[in-house]
């Protein structure tokens, strides 16, 4: 296992930061598929994933990580995934842009983890993946939260799509920032 960090909670349950391992897909499936039942800010939205789907997934990003045109960091606590992170390679004139997505587990939001995470990915992404230049990443226009961390960490709004998610039965706008590394 390779630890990237270890910490504790703001309730003191220790933490580690670490990279996706192959041994992950049922814990993954578990998390993605608890954040999707919960209609968070993220793309799914109660739809559940199989765990052939999840193996095909976690494979995925071990590969672009290999190839070091990806990374995939997880937080674990209390023997169970809380948090994932990746930062993902986009392709062709675009090879230089890496795309971020960031999620924390109900019960773990509120306490730093979040942007401890993106502290640590951003970071080891300009170690791990030496081509990428930008990172950019959308958010959900009502997800204050996260906009507040991604201004923290130097992202800027460059364009918005007016009512570009559908998000609960309602269009919310789709803001999309990035940052130079």
Not at 96 to 102: C, D, E, Q, T, Y
């Amino acid at each position: 296992m390779s630890i990237l960090f270890s910490g504790k909670t703001k309730e003191g349950k220790p933490y580690v930061i670490r990279h996706l391992e192959a041994g992950d897909t049922e814990a993954m499936m578990n998390y993605i598929n608890t954040l999707s039942l919960e209609q968070t800010y993220i793309l799914r939205q109660g739809e559940q994933c199989t765990f052939e789907e999840e193996k095909k997934f976690v494979d995925d990003q071990l590969n672009k990580m290999k190839e070091r045109k990806g990374l995939y960091l997880v937080i674990e606590c209390e023997n169970r995934i809380i948090g994932a992170t990746q930062i993902n390679l986009k392709e062709k004139v675009h090879s230089h842009v890496g795309h971020l997505g960031i999620s924390l587990a109900e019960g773990y939001r509120d306490q730093g983890l979040g942007a401890k995470l993106l502290g640590v990915v951003i970071e080891r992404s300009m170690i791990e993946v030496p081509s990428m230049r930008i990172i950019d990443l959308g958010v959900f226009a009502i997800n204050d939260r996260a906009k507040h961390l991604y201004n923290k960490y130097g992202f800027k709004e460059f364009g918005r799509l007016p009512k570009g998610i559908l998000y609960k039965d309602k269009y919310v706008d789709h803001i999309y920032m990035y940052r130079e590394v």
